[in-house]
């Protein structure tokens, strides 16, 4: 499998392209020389990122869905492939999250968080992957989150979908490489972005506050790895420590994780 080193002439898809890592990559992408095509529920956000995408020279095309809808995805991909012709890689980074304990979660909200984060990768990777596989060519990018390796408290909903989806792009990518399929696995930390809403600042722990970072880093360390034919990026690179702490000393991990997060979080009805 090539690294991805060059993207002249490649077709991308990236979902979430709206806003904050999203539209920077499709950014990204679109200076490096791919025809993007963006992917989201808000229309005009994204006819205004393909306007500033092609006022700077670049190609892109708007393909408006929930991800969350099958019907939709699949709708979308036949557009796109109908315009395309080929999509070579494909960005899975549409998704939302809340701050809140389980007992005050709506299980309609933990449902859609399912079909969004999680779901929403399935269908698209599932509308794309086969025409990959045919060519023995492409690339999948799984934007997951380091809340799908470790288990976060105030976070269930949002760890569930992240695991499910660090688990289908582990295993997909043993079932693709062969095929000429690339699967990289993104883990970030907290990112400085809109995702992080005011409620979710004023509950987040401060050693998150401490270590949130601005977005750019992160879209370059996934372009740095996407070169480097990596299938695994955890960003910050500090955080992964946290993997080898748990493989090995799980008690310890634990205590640690209860003490920085729900000693710090406000108790419900607070």
Known sequence: MANLISY??????????????????????????????????????LEALAAEIRAAGGSAIVARCDVA????????????????????LLFNNAGYGHHRRFLDWSVEDIERMMRVNFLGSVYWTKALLPQMVERQRGWLVFIASVAGKLGVPDETAYAASKFAMVGLAEALSLEVEDQGVHVLTVCPGA???????????????PVSRRTMVDPEPLVDAIFDALAAGKRELTFPRFIAAGYVVRALAPELMRRSTKRRTIDAMPRSGA
Do not use: K, W, Y
């Open 8 to 45: 002249r002439d490649i077709n991308a898809v990236v979902t979430g392209a709206s806003s904050g890592i999203g539209r920077l990559t499709a950014l990204r992408l679109a200076r490096e020389g791919a025809r993007v095509a963006l992917v989201a529920r808000r229309l005009p956000e």
């Open 69 to 88: 809808e099958r019907h939709e995805v699949e709708q979308a991909a036949r557009e796109v492939l109908g315009t395309f012709g080929r999509v070579d």
């Open 191 to 205: 990112i400085r972005t809109d995702f992080f809403d005011q409620e979710a600042l004023e509950r987040m722990p």
